[in-house]
């Protein structure tokens, strides 16, 4: 696996992590990237932030490794919801077993459309939610997505 050249590693030192700060901030600055760039350097300086404060690294990289540490962790990498096709195809609403697409619905953020009927509505509700919570996703993505 290529590792990416601005990463830096846990452990990374001051001068490190200023200098991928430095180089990431020319690629996203609205100079170079226009206004589509802003929103980055925004979360960019927030890290920056964070990472160049010895306090703030520390309480950042302890959150960090106790989520790493969660030992109740129960990602098994199979999907929670059923695929249709494969089930139950009298039943799925993309009667093809070899979609490769999949619906995935944010619940957290969901305020309960109820829109999903067909792949026609389904589109509809997509480009009309108003919090942005529904997404074709890749069917290999799906577990992760709804995993977390």
């Not at 430095?22 to 980055?40: I, Q, S, V, Y």
């Not at 350097?41 to 690294?57: F, G, H, K, T, W």
């Not at 093809?96 to 969901?110: G, K, L, Y």
């Amino acid at each position: 696996m290529d590792r990416d050249v601005n990463a830096v590693d846990d452990d990374a030192s001051p001068a490190e992590i200023k200098r991928a700060y430095r180089t990431l901030a020319k690629t996203c600055h609205p100079d170079f990237a226009g206004d589509e760039g802003h929103d980055l350097c925004i979360l960019l300086n927030e890290a920056y932030d964070v990472l160049s404060d010895p306090q703030q690294r520390e309480r950042y990289n302890a959150r960090l490794e106790q989520a790493l540490k969660d030992e109740e962790d129960d990602y098994t990498g199979k999907p929670l919801s059923k695929w249709m096709p494969e089930l139950r195809p009298a039943m799925a609403k993309h009667k093809d077993p070899h979609e490769s697409r999949a619906v995935f619905v944010d619940e957290f953020s969901c305020i309960g459309c109820k829109q999903l009927d067909d792949e026609e509505h389904l589109q509809d509700a997509i480009d009309s939610c108003p919090v942005s919570c529904i997404h074709w996703v890749q069917k290999a993505d799906l577990p992760a997505l709804e995993y977390v």
